[in-house]
T-cell receptor, first 110, second 115 residues
Framework: QKEVEQDPGPLSVPEGAIVSLNCTYS??????FMWYRQYSRKGPELLMY????GNKEDGRFTAQVDKSSKYISLFIRDSQPSDSATYLC??????????FGSGTRLSIRP | DSGVTQTPKHLITATGQRVTLRCSPR?????VYWYQQSLDQGLQFLIQ???????AKGNILERFSAQQFPDLHSELNLSSLELGDSALYFC??????????????FGEGSRLTVL
């Protein structure tokens, strides 16, 4: 079993929709949770970074962490075609390497 | 543009051969990380160097090796190549030794195809 599980998609939604992306994990020691966005033919770039449980909002993006369920989510409001990319969740414990999910491919239809 | 430069962008070679991938980190960053990305395995951590010293090791095969030079650029050497080594290889850099901020700055990757 992988430490981090992420549905690969692809996920296709119309422009303006709310998008929900999710990951589950098995290691209860994970404390730091991240979402990276990767455009085609580019390297991943950090989108959101949260510590422990709770919500964090940044513009149209909201990251949620539920440590009791070992479940993290990324919500995108008012989705735009420019949000079309692969979204990778990532996480780590206090002194470990970052573990990435396999990524969810998202397509926003104009 | 992340500021991380990787060369070559594309590489096609045959089984059994050896290749070297090069990475220049962002100016001032001391840590360099190598990742392998394939369709079925996702982004896999290979190895990290900090200021010239190996700092952490992941799922790196014995056929692979890396080093970081005094000018902080890094090279990933892949030898006795197999078809399964075909993947995107990313280099990332960060200013710190530990993964404490979670922010890694990735290059655009080197796509390796082994025929």
């Amino acid at each position: 079993q992988k430490e981090v599980e992420q549905d690969p998609g692809p996920l296709s939604v119309p422009e303006g929709a709310i998008v929900s992306l999710n990951c589950t994990y098995s290691n209860s020691a994970f404390q730091y949770f991240m979402w990276y966005r990767q455009y085609s033919r580019k390297g991943p770039e950090l989108l959101m970074y949260t510590y422990s449980s709770g919500n964090k909002e940044d513009g149209r993006f909201t990251a949620q962490v539920d440590k009791s369920s070992k479940y993290i989510s990324l919500f995108i409001r008012d989705s735009q075609p420019s949000d079309s990319a692969t979204y990778l969740c990532a996480m780590r414990s206090s002194a470990s390497k970052i573990i990435f999910g396999s990524g969810t491919r998202l397509s926003i239809r104009p | 543009d992340s500021g991380v430069t990787q060369t070559p962008k594309h590489l096609i070679t045959a089984t059994g051969q050896r290749v070297t991938l090069r990475c220049s980190p962002r100016s001032g960053d001391l840590s360099v990380y190598w990742y392998q990305q394939s369709l079925d395995q996702g982004l896999q951590f290979l190895i990290q160097y900090y200021n010239g010293e190996e700092r952490a090791k992941g799922n790196i095969l014995e056929r692979f090796s890396a080093q970081q030079f005094p000018d902080l650029h890094s090279e990933l050497n892949l030898s006795s190549l197999e078809l399964g080594d075909s993947a995107l290889y990313f280099c990332a850099s960060s200013p710190r030794q530990e993964f404490d901020t979670g922010e890694l700055f990735f290059g655009e990757g080197s796509r390796l195809t082994v025929l």
